[in-house]
Structures are given as structure tokens and as C-alpha cells.
């Protein structure tokens, strides 16, 4: 390798001039690569250039995991093999160089051979969509690469940077226990009764009754030492010699990794404006989503003196390249050996760093990085404040050193090195012995999410005292820099650590911390609380630490010190309950059993194809976007010229280009495929260009210029209804006689409650593949989409062209949940009508932001209701109004706010009932169906005025629900006769699961001992109606097909979406074919094999679809019955052979339509449902009342889906529902600027629930003996309804703060609006530290965000 030193020549970007060879290893193959572009990212090259689609993008910004790959690179140093994974979405392509890349395709694979880490997630049901799953494969498998026998408390830490959308994260981690010194499987050998894994306590308990979905004894052995070595060459690469000076040059950026301190110092000096790169964990996001170009790249990574780590006598200096992962390393061993009173800023350091994102980021980033990036929200900026650290700066012409104080941090993301300076090192000082020092940092969160408020102080006594001698409060997230209160700390000096000096802080940091009304982030009395709640837990700390050091305080009463307690996640447990299917059944006949996703082992492996993983066409071209940047305005003009000239640009698309229709939309045509004169939201798409690549696409978006005249934009509800700007129709539906129930009533109480929306946030953002074929006007398309009709449909009308000439395939999607059922059709009609103009096959998958950008998601909705109660708690009289942000157009709303009012008593029977369904027009993406499709925001508002009328009774909610329920034979207040009704068996059985009255009495009891942390405890039904409500779509069709051979080859009109539809439907094939599923087979879904199809929704997929291949399972059966006859000894090939020898046709299609629907709002008459799916859940959780964080202590579900076709998948679907709703109820939040604009889009800021949110005891239990005579092989459906339950956590947490309410005098009902986020809990508790932070007077000032 050659060594070099550059020239301020090597840095221009000239054409034609060379790059060095970058030389690295996949998966043991070597690539040498000899135009390595700087910008471009491993994953890009991975899925691009080397074909290799296993590893995924899910969001480009390190925030979900599904791009993890392992890196192992030799340490020449310390002689040893480091194998960390990182996200490659944000490794570049030039940090690689001699480094070995495993992916997901190089561990293992169905073909040659699986890795256990493969097989075990598959097989314990870990994968539903597979979207996640290489991600989180490639997370364990890292692990166990440095780790063979990991605690679970690794594993768990290990997936801090991994999100799944689909299986409620459970059985992923009960897969990967088999590997762990906790759960590793016995081998079948542990237990007198068969292997540990299989046998639970419960199974013990009901011998019918089964407790374990899969068999570890059935694993595969894992031994580590049969893992794929690292390459021998790559080894003497690296040990042969040093790895000299690198220089690569792309398009727009020359990327320069010197190889000594001075040859960087020199070129930071020649090239002040060159970005210094490490992790490029925060660089990575300024180009990718803050438009930022470096045209010079400084790569400082393996400089020996930024890697250094020096144990000095005053502390421990890291170089400023070392990794955080490194570092805690570090720390931790320092922790280990050194006297405790040294270590209080090391474990301060460490606190930050368990909850600092992901550990894919921390493997890469740098301390350094985090220190100049100058974030104001950095979680370790505070504790090396308050800490007093010093940094090493250095230029070419020497070092100096800065000590980290308040004169560091010059403004927003500025510090006080000069440009020619760069960060050498930090040094971390030994904390004195009479010094204490605290981090803290509170985010939606926990888990991989940046800081609301983060904060570290440190406090240094006289020694022997409680006088203090040195205060240093240092905050993030109240100001454009991290800050020191400095006012308050001067105040306090020399004052004894008590009651006094308490309050003076709190008084005098609720003056000093002080926020504009307006502040970018929102929650302004929030964020000031918590400066004061976090005060609060630092005194009682340092009380009970003084005390322990033997210094005379008050003592910390019993009731407060949870509130000082450090949350250590517990690590979760778990039983799932199904009846197992009788003995002596046919192993043939599968339905009924716990079998994997058919398509499980192949997402394990990587090689499941997704619509994005379809091999590049050779003349195929990139479509990106061209959207509204404003919420209502008229074009003025649209000017491409500065696009069209750029690198790669083929064209651009606009309405004109349309030759059919541009009216478009699900079921109005009241949207347009392109904007041609006015836009009604931000994200409305305008147009589109074409190019080469993405990123040229990209880049050319981004120059073409729109200027518009800004009209007046309408955005929440409470600004539609002021407006009176509603959609038609208003939908009501009455019962009884709600003037006689009021007066009935003993009380009349009125409230209302809003309910946020909802991202869909499917791991797979939207994406299609339009291939014109060249004949008649021929298209084909690959779509990720729920409706393969709809789409054909609307393709057809935009291109003008009959329906028969275009062909919608759908192989699978990486998760839809109901934002794939509408919205991905204007994005396909725009694709294709790219493919028509340029007669060459395009492709586009939105990046995650332009997905959450423009394609909806769930309607926020606002109720408003009245309701009148005996003084038994019985309801009698109920008038409710919801409104809906239904956003520019009318997409799917009617139906989802029909869906509300049909569920707004949700399982509780009132006998004078009215509900209005209003339906806002706003300038906001069009909301659309989202699993529940209203259901959920319909009955969480009958909870709501369930819970208050148990609160102003003071009665307990369980009593008052339980007297409240619905009982058998009675109606609907759509009229509906509730008939196998198995509610009160799953309130019984969930009641006696969970040990509802005990529980009671230990939360009450544990919210009498504690004041600062209150238990909450709530049991909650469901009732959701199965069918969908627009009658026509109540119909399926299925196409079987038997080939010579016997295979059977099956199609239906289903999609398959992770929920394991194609599963269930090959268990119904082979238990009507009396054959094993192997012999079936789904190759996917299209709309030239079952045409007309409905989009696979409503839940009610498994029984349309299901009695549809029923149907032709039977056609062919009874085709088939003369060779079985004449044959009954013979196999199944032999009777196919026989029919096929006598001209018997070996192929049908089948198909099936509800009977007995029909609703009619005008009469409320018909029926609304084929049946009902019943659940109840039963939650408890613990609040921290002073930073409003959460823990789901625990949640029991019994839910009746009839006689499962599969217990593995409908326990998914339940666990992955809940999940979601968890998510829905108690962390999503989208948030909108007053302009309409959304200002959360993507992983970074927008929260879904993460592998530590699940309850750490969850329990799901499916109802025994429960068929259901309407729908296939007496199941139910799913899919949906399981999802309220998760309000059983919110008014848990409801629960919760009324008892911190209560110690401060308030009781009755009180407003929590959804989601009860750590903001509105805290919020909630009001007390003496909420009270001295009020909040600023509404219209007053402009919010950051509005509640839309
Ligand atoms: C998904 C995700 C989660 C995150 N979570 C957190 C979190 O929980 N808490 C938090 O605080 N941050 C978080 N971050 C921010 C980021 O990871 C950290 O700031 C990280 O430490 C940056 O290190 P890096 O090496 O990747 O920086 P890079 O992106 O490589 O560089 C960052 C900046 O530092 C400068 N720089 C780096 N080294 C030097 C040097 N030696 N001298 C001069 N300048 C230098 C660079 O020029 C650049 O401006 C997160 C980021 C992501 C993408
Ligand atoms: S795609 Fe890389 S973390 Fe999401
Ligand atoms: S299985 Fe995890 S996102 Fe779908």
C-alpha cells in the first residue's frame, strides 16, 4: 500500500483524475473497488452494486435497524478481531477500506445452510412482514460473534437500534432466549417430561391446553466455533503494513483519509471548511436531510493519537475518535477497579450512554462527535459540563486546551475552536470524594431516542458536610446550547443540602429556566418541569449518598425513594395460552396448528424478495417526487429548467403527461394524480422526475422551483369546525329515546377527549415498479400495496387504457396495516405514467420522510360526548360527536367514521344512544385506514366517559364496566343481536388470569407507600364487528391449480403482509385437499390470476379469502373422489395422475361472498356484521410522576378468535395489534407545524414502540371451546381487533395519575388526551413543581406544533 500526503491539488475534483482502491471484504468475497463515490452509503452498494438485497432500507437515518450489517476489522494494535454492527445506511462506502462486511446473505441461507440465529427467529415466530428481521438477525448474530453465551440483559441491549412494526417484539426475543445463559434449551434433556423450552407451568395446569408455539429442541445446535472466518488475506492485508494516506473522489466530494495527526492537522489547516468525519452519524443526516454538500471530507477514524485511551491521575483521556461503544467499555472497567467516590462522572457518563441511541450507532460514533456536533439536546454535553472536562484542541501549530464550561458552546451548534482547529482528545475527570454527580435524560422513549430534557449535575460538599462547596446544574434541551444555571447553582453555594435549599432551587430554576412559548420541540411547561423534577431526584440522591457517607441530613422517607431510583429494565416474560388441536388428528391436516410464516426462513435469510429487491431492468430509471412545500395555495408556476440540466435527468413528469384521467382517488374521484392549479397540503404531489439514478433524481427534485400565492390554510379539527368545513355526508346513528334517558339519569356528565393520529410506519415504505411491455399498451407493475384491483383500476383510467392491459403483482409487502390499502395508488399511477411517456421501466421507493410526508395515516379524532348514569353506575343515555381529521380528500373517511359510530358504545349496552360522525376538511395528507379503520378511536372514547363516570361516583371503573357490559341477546344501538356472544368469558378468564383483585390491593397498597411513583391498573373489552361495511366488498376469489405432479399450485385474492394470510390459506388447502402444506404453493398475488379482488383489510381477509379456497379445494375434490374411490389405497399423486389421464380438469377457481349483510344508516336496519371478535385486556403500569416516564408492568389478554387456523399467527397478530395500539395509546405523536407542515418524519422523531416497551409480563391467552359457525373452519378474525386493547395501558396509566393527583388534593374526572405521552403525564400530576411552571396563556403566541 502506498503512503502518501496530499496536496491542496489531490482535493479538486477534477474529472478524469484518479481515486485510490478501496479494498474490502463481503462476505468473505473481495471487492476492490476503484470509484468509490464518498457519497455513497455501504447500503446502497450492497442492495445496488453487488445485488446483495437481504440487508433493507427502512429509513436512511440510522433509527430502525434494517440495514444492520456486521463489520469486523483487525486491530493492529491490540492484535485483535473486532466484529461490531452498524447501520449501512449511514456507513460510507470510503470508511470500509479493509474492513470485512457481513450481511445477512453471508451467515446462511434455506439453500446452503441456516444460521441458527436464522432459524430460531423463524421458527419462534419472530417474523411476520420479514421486513426487520436481516436487521435484527444480523444484530444477534453480531453478538454472538463477540458474545457466544450472552445475558438476555446483552441481548436486549443489543436490539436498542432494531424496530419490528408486526410482531410486538416477543417472540423475537423468546427465539434469541434459546441463546442465552437464562434460556438456553436443554436439548430435550431438562425435565423429566420433555425439553424445558416445551413445557410451561401452565401446560401442566389444563392438559388440553397448550403454552408453547414452537419446539427449541427442534433448533438446530448453535456452536460458535463453526462461524465464517475472517478472511486470511484481509488479515495480511492489515498486518502487512499501515494503511497509508487514502484519497477518493467523487462527483461533488473528495473524501481524504490522512494517516498521522500532523497530516490531518495540515490538511484541517489547508481546508478549513473540510467536515471532519468519524461515524458520520450526524454528518450522514446533514446530507441526507439537511441538503448539505461537503465537498471535502477529513476521515480521521484510525489516527492512533484520536483513537488513544490514557488513564491519567486525574482521569481518563479518550482521543476524540474513540467509539462510544469503546469508551463505555472503558468506563465501565474503570468503574470496576477504581474507589467508588472516583467513578460518580464515569457512571454519570455511563447512565447517558445506556439510553444513547442504538448500539449500530454507538459502535460508530465518536465522542468527539458528539462534543462538536454542539447539539443542545447531546445527552453527554451535560455531564462533561457539570463535570468540568477538558478538551485537547489542536491546529498544525500546537494545542491548547478548553475547559468545557458555558463559554464552550458559542450558539446553536457552535463551539469555540476555530476553523483550522480540530478536537484531539477529552479527559474525563475522577470525581473528588466529596463530589456526587447525576445524568438524567428524559425522551418519548427510552429506548434510542433523542432528549426532551437532558440534564447532568454535580455537587461538591465541605468535606464531611452538607455545605456546599461547588454546584454545577448543566441542562440540554433548554436553550440553543447545552447550559449551566448558573444563577441558581451561585445561589445555593455555601447552603446546606436541605428543605430550604430545595426549594430556593426549584423557585429560582423555574425563573432562570425559562423557554419562549414558540420554541422549536413544543412542550414549554414540560420541559421546565422537568428541570425542577430533575433537581429534585439529583437532592434526594445526593441526600441518601451523604447519609451513607455518614454527614447528618434529613433522611429520605420511604414514600419517596422510588423517585430517586434509576429505572433498569426487567427483563420481560411471557405465556401464550391455545387450545391444541385434539390427538389422533392427521399430521396432514395442519389447520389448527402453531406452523411458521411459510415465507419466514426465506426473510430470515435475506432472500425474500421485496418489491425494491426485484433486479434492476437495464434501461430502468428512478422516479422521485416533486411535492407541495405549502398547505394551500395556488401554482403560480412550476420552472424545471435548473432540474432538467443536472446529471442523469431523463425528464420530468406533470399533469399533462397524463393521457387518461387525472381525477383519482379510492372511491370519490376527488383527487388528482398530479396537481395541476392549486395544492390542498404539504406532500401533495405535483409532479415527478426521472433519472438515471436515485440520487440523481433526488438531487434534480430538490432544484425544480414552485412559487405559489399562499392561501389560507384549515388544519386541525377545531379550526374545521369553525369553519364549518366538513364533508358529506354527516353519518348519525340513533337508538331509543335519548330525551327520556337523560332524564332518567340520576347524574349527566359531559367531556371530551382527542385522539391523536397514527404513522403506519410499515418497515417497507411504498414502492412500485411500472414495466411498460411494449405491445397494446401493455403494463406491468410491482407494487407493495393491500389493493392489486384498485390499483389496476386507477392505473388504467390515468393511462386511458382498458383494465385487461395492465397486470398489478404483489410477491409481499414489508407491512401495510391499512396504509397500503388507498394511498399507494396515486404513487403507482405516477410511476406508471412515467413508464408510459418514456416507454422504459421505472421505479420508485419512497424514502421514509417522503412517506410520512404524503401518504396519511390514521385520523385524529375529536369527541365530544354527554352521557347520563344511575347511581349504580349504569349508563342509560349516551350523545356522542366525533370528528375526524379527514385531511384534502375523502379517501376511505366516510367508512372509518362509520366504523367509529358502529363501535362508539364499544362493548357496553345503552339504551338511549346517538352518535354523530362529522368529517373535517383540512389541509392535511389525506388520512386513511389504519388496523381498527375508526374502531379504536370510536371505543377509546367510550371508555373515556366510562372511566369518568366511574371517577365522579368514585366507584372502581372494573365495577362499573363489568355492570355496564353487554349480555347475550342484546342489541346494538345499530340493531344488531349480539348471538355467541363470549365477552363475559374472556372478562372472567381475564379477571382470574391476571388476579385482578389482588392486584388492586397491591396497587393501591404500593400507591400508598410511594409519592413520586404511582401504580395504575385498568381492565378493558373490545367488541369489533367483522366485515367490511361497504357490503360489495364482502366477496373472494380463489384459483387452484393441480399440476401432474401433484404440487398445487394457489392464488387467492388476499395480499400477503407479514400477518400469514398465504399461511392460513395453504392450512385451509391442505385440510380440504387432505394433503401436506408442502405440496402447496403461493407464488404471489395478481390481478391476471383473481381478478376484482377487494383489498385485503377489514380482518376479514383469512375468512373471505379462506372460504374461497375452500370453495375450490372442493371443486377439485369432488373431481378427484372417482380416483380416490376406484384407488383407496393409492396416494395423492396417483389420483391427480389418474384424473389427469382421464381428461379431468385439474384446475378451478373458487369463490365466496358474505351472506345476510346490509346496513342501512337511513332505516338503521340490516346488518352491519357477519360477527363479532371479542377481547379484554387487563394492564398495569407504573408512572414516574415527575418526569411522566412509563414502565407496562404487566398485561393480560384473552381474546376469542374462534377455533384458530393458527395459534402461532393469531397470538402474532394479537401481540403485534397490541403493540401497536401501545403505540397509538401511549407514545405516537405526529406533529404539525400551525402551517400544516409535518414536522416528524422519520425514525428520529416520530416514536413507535421499541423492543423494551413491552409489558414485562404479557400474557395471551385465546379463548377455549369458542367456534365460530360464521366464518372458515370456525375461526374469527384477527387482525384488528386486538388492537384497543392496548387502552387497557392508557387507562392504566389514567389510573395512575389519579392517585398522584389525589396527593395533591384533586379528585373526579380529569382530560388526558391520546397519547398519554410522558408530556401529558407529568403534565397531569400537577403539584408543587407543575404549579411554579405555568403555562404560557393560549393565543398568546404561535405553537410550535398544533393538536391536529
Ligand atoms: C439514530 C441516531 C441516534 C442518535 N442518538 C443520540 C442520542 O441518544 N444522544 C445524543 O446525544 N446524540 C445522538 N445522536 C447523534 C450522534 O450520534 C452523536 O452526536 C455522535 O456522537 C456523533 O458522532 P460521529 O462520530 O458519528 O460524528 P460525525 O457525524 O462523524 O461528526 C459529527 C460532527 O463532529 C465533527 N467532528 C467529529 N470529530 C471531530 C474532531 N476530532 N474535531 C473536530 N470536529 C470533529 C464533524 O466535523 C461533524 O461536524 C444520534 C444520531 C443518530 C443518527
Ligand atoms: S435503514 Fe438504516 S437504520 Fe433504518
Ligand atoms: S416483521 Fe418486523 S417489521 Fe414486519
Redesign the pocket.
Known amino acids: 500500500m502506498r503512503e502518501t500526503s496530499f496536496t491542496m491539488a489531490d482535493t479538486e475534483t477534477r474529472s478524469g483524475s484518479t481515486s485510490d482502491e478501496l479494498i474490502f471484504f463481503v462476505n468473505g468475497k473481495k471487492i476492490v473497488e476503484r470509484n468509490a463515490d464518498p457519497e455513497t452509503t455501504l447500503l446502497t452498494y450492497l442492495r445496488r452494486k453487488l445485488g446483495l438485497t437481504g440487508t433493507k432500507l427502512g429509513c436512511a ?3 430502525c435497524g434494517a440495514c444492520t450489517v456486521m463489520l469486523s476489522r483487525y486491530q493492529t494494535q491490540t492484535q485483535q478481531l473486532l466484529h461490531f454492527a452498524v ?1 449501512a445506511c ?1 456507513a460510507p462506502l470510503c470508511s470500509l477500506h479493509l474492513v470485512a462486511v457481513t450481511t445477512v446473505e453471508g451467515i446462511g441461507s434455506v439453500a446452503r445452510k441456516l444460521h441458527p440465529v436464522q432459524e430460531r427467529i423463524a421458527k419462534a415466530h419472530g417474523s411476520q412482514c420479514g421486513f426487520c428481521t436481516p436487521g435484527i438477525v444480523m444484530s444477534m448474530y453480531a453478538l454472538l460473534r463477540n458474545n457466544p453465551k450472552p445475558k438476555m440483559a446483552d441481548v436486549e441491549e443489543a436490539f436498542h ?1 432494531n424496530l419490528c412494526r408486526c410482531t410486538g417484539y416477543r417472540p423475537i426475543l423468546e427465539g434469541y432466549k434459546t441463546f442465552t445463559v437464562e434460556g438456553g434449551c436443554c436439548g430435550g434433556r431438562g425435565r423429566e417430561n420433555g425439553c424445558c423450552m416445551t413445557n410451561g407451568n401452565e401446560a401442566e395446569k389444563h392438559a388440553d391446553e397448550a403454552t408453547s408455539l414452537f419446539k427449541a429442541s427442534d433448533f438446530a445446535p448453535f456452536d460458535p466455533t463453526q462461524e465464517v472466518i475472517f478472511p486470511p488475506e484481509l488479515m495480511s492485508l492489515t498486518k502487512g503494513q499501515r494503511s497509508g494516506s487514502l484519497r477518493f473522489r467523487g462527483d461533488r466530494v473528495v473524501w481524504l483519509q490522512p494517516d498521522s495527526l500532523d497530516e490531518f492537522l495540515r490538511l ?1 489547516w489547508e481546508h478549513p471548511d473540510a ?12 446530507v441526507k436531510f439537511k441538503n448539505m454538500v461537503y465537498p471535502v471530507v ?1 476521515a ?2 484510525f489516527i492512533p493519537e ?1 483513537n488513544a485511551v490514557t488513564h491519567t491521575p486525574d482521569g481518563i483521556v479518550f482521543g ?2 474513540c ?2 461503544s469503546h469508551m463505555g467499555e472503558v468506563l465501565k472497567q474503570a468503574v470496576e477497579t477504581l474507589p467508588p467516590h472516583q467513578t460518580e462522572v464515569f457512571l454519570a457518563v455511563l447512565e ?1 450512554l445506556r ?4 448500539l ?3 459502535n ?10 454542539a ?1 443542545p ?5 451535560p455531564v462533561f459540563m457539570a463535570a468540568g472536562c477538558k478538551l485537547t ?1 489542536m491546529d498544525k501549530d500546537g494545542s491548547r486546551d478548553v475547559q468545557m464550561d458555558d463559554s464552550f458552546f458559542t450558539g446553536y ?1 457552535k463551539t469555540t ?1 476555530r476553523p483550522q ?4 482528545s477529552i479527559e474525563i475527570p475522577h470525581s473528588k470524594k466529596s463530589q456526587f454527580v447525576s445524568a438524567y ?1 428524559q ?1 418519548p422513549r427510552r429506548e ?4 426532551i430534557v ?1 440534564a447532568a449535575m454535580s455537587v461538591t460538599f465541605t468535606p464531611g458536610s452538607d455545605v456546599v462547596e461547588d454546584l454545577r446544574l448543566s441542562y ?1 434541551g433548554m436553550a440553543a446550547t447545552t447550559v449551566l444555571a448558573k444563577k441558581t447553582a451561585n445561589r445555593l453555594l455555601g447552603r446546606r443540602w436541605g428543605e430550604e435549599l430545595l426549594q430556593e432551587a426549584c423557585s429560582s430554576l423555574a425563573e432562570e429556566m425559562t423557554l419562549d412559548p414558540s420554541v422549536p420541540g413544543g412542550m414549554v411547561t414540560y420541559r421546565r418541569t422537568l428541570t425542577l423534577s430533575l433537581f429534585y431526584k439529583f437532592y434526594l440522591t445526593v441526600l441518601q449518598k451523604l447519609r451513607a457517607q455518614g454527614v447528618s441530613v434529613d433522611e429520605v422517607t420511604s414514600d419517596c425513594l422510588s423517585a430517586a431510583e434509576i429505572y433498569h429494565p426487567e427483563t420481560a416474560s411471557s405465556v401464550q395460552i391455545y387450545q391444541a388441536v385434539p390427538e389422533g388428528r392427521s399430521q396432514d391436516d395442519a389447520v389448527g396448528r402453531p406452523m411458521m410464516h411459510l415465507s419466514a426462513l426465506k426473510q430470515a435469510t435475506g432472500e425474500a424478495v421485496y418489491c425494491d429487491d426485484v433486479p434492476l431492468y437495464e434501461n430502468e430509471l428512478y422516479l422521485v417526487l416533486v411535492t407541495s412545500s405549502k398547505a394551500h395555495a395556488k401554482i403560480l408556476s412550476v420552472d424545471t429548467s435548473a432540474a432538467e440540466c443536472m446529471p442523469g435527468v431523463v425528464c420530468c413528469v406533470f399533469a399533462d403527461d397524463i393521457p387518461g384521467s387525472n381525477a383519482t382517488g379510492p372511491i370519490a374521484y376527488d383527487e388528482t394524480v398530479l396537481a395541476r392549479h392549486q395544492v390542498t397540503c404539504v406532500g401533495h404531489i405535483i409532479g415527478a422526475v426521472v433519472a438515471d439514478t436515485q440520487l440523481h433524481a433526488q438531487r434534480a427534485a430538490k432544484a425544480v422551483k414552485i412559487q405559489y400565492e399562499e392561501l389560507q390554510p384549515v388544519v386541525t379539527i377545531q379550526e374545521a369546525i369553525a369553519a364549518q368545513s366538513f364533508y358529506q355526508p354527516i353519518r348519525t346513528i340513533q337508538k331509543g329515546d335519548l330525551e327520556a334517558g337523560f332524564k332518567q339519569a340520576d347524574h349527566i356528565l359531559e367531556g371530551e377527549m382527542h385522539i391523536g393520529g397514527q404513522e403506519h410506519f410499515y418497515l417497507e415504505t411504498n414502492v412500485t415498479l411500472a414495466v411498460p411491455r411494449g405491445e397494446d399498451g401493455e403494463m406491468e407493475l410491482f407494487v407493495s400495496t393491500q389493493s392489486a384491483s384498485k390499483t389496476q383500476s386507477l392505473v388504467a383510467k390515468a393511462l386511458g387504457i382498458p383494465a385487461n392491459r395492465v397486470v398489478v403483482r404483489v410477491k409481499r409487502m414489508g407491512g401495510g396495516f391499512g396504509g397500503k390499502e388507498s394511498r399507494t395508488t396515486i404513487l403507482s399511477t405516477v410511476v406508471a405514467v412515467a413508464a408510459n411517456k418514456l416507454k422504459r421501466p421505472v421505479r420508485c421507493m419512497l424514502d421514509r420522510d417522503e412517506d410520512m410526508l404524503i401518504t396519511g395515516g390514521r385520523h385524529p379524532f375529536y369527541g365530544k360526548y354527554k352521557v347520563g348514569y344511575l347511581n349504580s353506575g349504569k349508563v342509560v343515555a349516551l350523545d356522542v360527536s366525533y370528528y375526524s381529521n379527514v385531511g384534502n380528500s375523502m379517501d376511505l373517511s366516510l367508512s372509518v367514521m362509520e366504523r367509529a359510530l358502529f363501535h362508539m358504545e364499544n362493548s357496553y349496552s345503552v339504551a338511549n344512544v346517538r352518535g354523530h360522525g362529522y368529517l373535517c376538511r383540512t389541509n392535511l395528507p389525506s388520512n386513511t385506514a389504519f388496523r381498527g379503520f375508526g374502531g379504536p378511536q370510536g371505543m377509546m372514547v367510550a371508555e373515556n366517559w366510562m372511566m369518568d363516570v366511574a371517577q365522579s361516583l368514585g366507584r372502581p371503573a372494573e365495577e362499573v364496566r363489568r355492570l355496564n357490559l353487554y349480555v347475550e341477546g342484546e342489541s346494538t344501538p345499530y340493531n344488531q343481536i349480539l348471538d355467541q356472544f363470549t365477552l363475559d368469558r374472556c372478562w372472567d378468564e381475564c379477571l382470574s388470569r391476571c388476579g385482578y383483585q389482588e392486584r388492586r390491593a397491591a396497587v393501591d397498597l404500593y400507591n400508598r407507600q410511594n409519592r413520586w411513583t404511582k401504580r395504575g391498573l385498568a381492565i378493558v373489552p373490545t367488541k369489533f364487528g367483522i366485515s367490511f361495511t361497504a357490503v360489495f366488498l364482502n366477496q373472494a376469489g380463489a384459483l387452484v391449480h393441480i399440476y401432474t405432479d401433484g404440487s398445487v399450485l394457489m392464488t387467492h385474492g388476499g395480499t400477503e403482509m407479514g400477518q400469514g394470510l398465504h399461511t392460513k390459506m395453504v392450512q385451509v388447502a391442505s385440510r380440504v385437499l387432505g394433503i401436506s402444506c408442502s405440496k402447496i404453493h403461493i407464488s404471489e398475488t395478481s390481478t391476471n390470476t383473481v381478478p376484482n379482488t377487494s383489498p385485503t383489510a377489514a380482518s376479514a381477509s383469512s375468512d373471505l379469502n379462506g372460504a374461497a379456497v375452500q370453495n375450490a379445494c372442493e371443486i377439485l375434490m369432488k373431481r378427484l373422489e372417482p380416483y380416490k374411490t376406484q384407488n383407496p389405497k393409492g396416494s395423492w399423486e396417483d389420483w391427480v395422475r389418474a384424473a389427469y389421464f382421464d381428461r379431468v380438469n385439474l384446475s378451478t377457481s373458487g369463490f365466496y361472498k358474505t351472506p345476510d349483510l346490509g346496513y342501512d344508516f337511513d332505516t338503521n336496519s340490516g346488518r352491519a356484521f357477519n360477527y363479532f371478535s371479542y377481547g379484554v385486556a387487563c394492564s398495569e403500569v407504573e408512572i414516574d410522576c415527575l418526569t411522566g416516564a412509563h414502565k407496562n408492568l404487566s398485561t393480560t389478554i384473552v381474546m376469542d378468535v374462534g377455533h384458530s387456523l393458527n395459534p402461532a399467527i393469531d397470538i402474532g397478530q394479537v401481540e403485534g395489534a397490541f403493540m401497536q395500539g401501545l403505540g397509538l395509546f401511549t407514545l405516537e405523536e405526529l406533529h404539525y407545524s400551525p402551517r400544516g407542515v409535518l414536522l416528524t418524519r422519520g ?2 422523531t416520530y416514536k413507535i414502540p421499541a423492543f423494551g416497551d413491552i409489558p414485562t409480563h404479557l400474557t395471551v391467552s385465546l379463548l377455549r371451546d369458542a367456534p365460530n359457525e360464521k366464518a372458515i373452519f370456525a375461526s374469527k378474525a384477527v387482525g384488528e381487533p386486538p388492537l384497543f386493547l392496548a387502552a387497557s395501558v392508557f387507562y392504566a396509566i389514567k389510573d395512575a395519575i389519579s392517585a398522584a393527583r389525589a396527593e395533591s388534593g384533586i379528585s373526579g374526572p380529569f382530560r388526558l388526551d391520546s397519547p398519554a405521552s410522558a408530556e401529558r403525564i407529568r403534565n397531569a400530576c400537577c403539584d408543587q413543581f407543575t404549579k411554579l411552571c405555568p403555562p404560557a396563556e393560549p393565543g398568546t403566541f404561535t405553537p410550535w406544533s398544533v393538536q391536529v
Open positions: 437515518e440510522g433509527g447501520n449511514l437500534g484541517k467536515r471532519v468525519v468519524v461515524g458520520n452519524t450526524e454528518v450522514g443526516i446533514e477529513l480521521p477514524a484520536l476524540a475518535a467509539t462510544l447517558q439510553w444513547f441511541a442504538g449500530q450507532i454507538r460508530v460514533a465518536a465522542v468527539g462527535g458528539n462534543i462538536m456536533t447539539s439536546i447531546s445527552d453527554l454535553n484542541v451548534r475552536l482547529e480540530v478536537l484531539l435524560k425522551s434510542d431516542d433523542i432528549s437532558t440540554g425514525p428520529g
